[in-house]
């Protein structure tokens, strides 16, 4: 396992690198716009190793350097109440979250430690410095939870709208910081920060849809449907906020391509925005690549009035090359925006229906799946894979206090001057010692 078992490859002009010990590469080093790298695995038939009983049975096609003990996987099951409710006959649920009647083992009750584990375990062998993460909420908390469980050096950059999601059922590692940018901030905000601490000296960026790892590991989400349901799904639905799930779901269908046991299926790609801040959903229904532009003060109020605060990326890998618009093209793929009232509703009949909670984005997953059903987007029969990216915190409560994250350090703007954001690292609370 390791860098001889896959390479990089630049969606964009297809320059070929290998993922070397001594750096933690994210994008393509030729002159052209913006563009991701994908892995390309030697394996092109997958075989699950069996004997991991988390996601590190998927190595195979997984961008990592190690394999690390975790029981983290997606549960996949095939649904009947809710299934029957909504008309569908080959429904199957990926949940994840924390539901150990369904063998979910998230204690962040998020589907961000499908991504925190292979990035962890991507970061190269003897490499110092500290991973420098962006969150809106969901990815802070996991990353936190993740790199405090095996004491990976790491600094978590979120706007305080998130502080009340930054939880853990770990003790926090004293290598693992907390950044918050107070006032009104939001995710954007926190991203443009955090590029700035990665580019001081001890830091590094962990790159967000740009790292392989975080894709790859979201896509095990395919990979796990596929394991249980013996095909890949006719259909795929997910909530987005940056759309990294489904360009990372759209990849692992790929690989199946060619894999060659599936023939030449494409998984339909099926991606839900929540009013009024639907900004993909806009430009795919305008047919267009590029993002409507909004105001900045616009866009962070009509943010303000989301159910789900995590779909709130100003800037999502939208229109890059290999992004959400090009899997939507490819697989013929829609979109949906849902209001806040349909995701409420969708959220307590699947906790009436399945019997747990699910958290706030992946009640508009399922708003967006209700009103595909309703309108005859999917056939009865098709085989339709549910992506539940978040839930189980009221079961997760039953067993565990979850223990609440303060900030290490606290940052009033984003506009720091790069001298003045290290002497704020250092001369904070607790200085970062690796
Ligand atoms: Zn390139």
């Not at 029981?71 to 029957?84: C, D, R």
């Not at 990815?139 to 790199?147: D, M, P, V, Y």
């Not at 601490?197 to 449907?225: H, Q, S, W």
């Not at 259909?235 to 060619?258: C, D, K, L, N, P």
Request: include cysteine; aromatic fraction near 8%; charged fraction near 25%.
């Amino acid at each position: 396992m390791g860098s001889e078992s896959y390479r990089l490859t630049c969606v964009r002009c297809g320059k070929v690198f290998e993922d070397l010990q001594d750096r933690f590469l994210l994008q393509c080093d030729e002159d052209h716009g913006p563009s991701l790298l994908r892995s390309e695995y030697d394996n092109k038939q997958l075989t699950i190793q069996r004997e991991h009983p988390g996601i590190f049975r998927y190595n195979q096609w997984l961008p990592i350097r190690r394999v690390v003990d975790t029981p983290v996987k997606p549960a996949v099951f095939k649904s009947e109440n809710l299934a029957q409710r909504i008309g569908l006959e080959n429904l199957w649920i990926a949940f994840n979250g924390y539901w150990p009647e369904r063998g979910a083992a998230m204690e962040t009750c998020s589907f961000k430690e499908l991504e925190a584990l292979p990035v962890c375990a991507r970061r190269p062998d003897g490499m110092e410095g500290i991973l420098v993460v962006s969150s809106a909420g969901n990815t802070g908390r996991a990353f936190l939870q993740t790199c405090s469980r095996f004491g990976i050096p790491a600094l978590i950059v979120v706007p305080e709208a998130a502080l009340p999601a930054m939880w853990l059922t770990v003790p926090k590692h004293p290598n693992v910081k907390l950044a918050v940018l107070k006032g009104d901030r939001d995710y954007l905000d926190a991203i443009e920060l955090a590029d700035k601490i990665a580019a001081l000296d001890g830091y590094f960026p962990e790159g967000g849809a740009k790292n392989v790892a975080r894709r790859d590991g979201m896509g095990t989400v395919v990979l796990a449907a596929v394991e249980a349901i013996g095909r890949v799904p006719d259909h795929y639905f997910q909530a987005v906020g940056s759309g990294t799930g489904g360009i990372a779901a759209w990849e692992m269908s790929r690989r199946f391509r060619q894999d060659g046991r599936n023939g030449d299926h494409k998984m339909k790609l099926h991606l839900v925005q929540n009013v009024p801040f639907a900004i993909m959903s806009d430009a795919w229904r305008a047919g267009s690549r590029d993002l409507p532009l909004l105001d900045e003060h616009e866009a962070k109020g009509l943010i303000a009035r989301l159910h789900s605060g995590v779909l709130s990326n100003r800037k999502p890998p939208y229109g890059i090359t290999g992004g959400v618009y090009d899997a939507l093209t490819d697989t013929d793929g829609q979109m949906y925006s849902v209001v806040s009232e349909e995701a409420l509703l969708a959220g307590w009949l699947f906790e009436s229906l399945e019997g747990c909670d699910l958290d706030p984005a992946a009640e508009v997953a399922l708003a967006g799946l209700v009103r595909a059903a309703r309108q005859g987007k999917v056939d009865k029969s098709d085989v339709v894979l549910l992506n539940l990216t978040g839930g189980g915190k009221n079961l997760l409560e039953l067993e565990e206090t979850p223990r609440p994250v303060r900030p290490d350090y606290v940052f009033s703007s984003k506009d720091y001057s790069l001298n003045q954001l290290e002497k704020q690292l250092l001369r904070s609370p607790t200085k970062i010692s690796v």
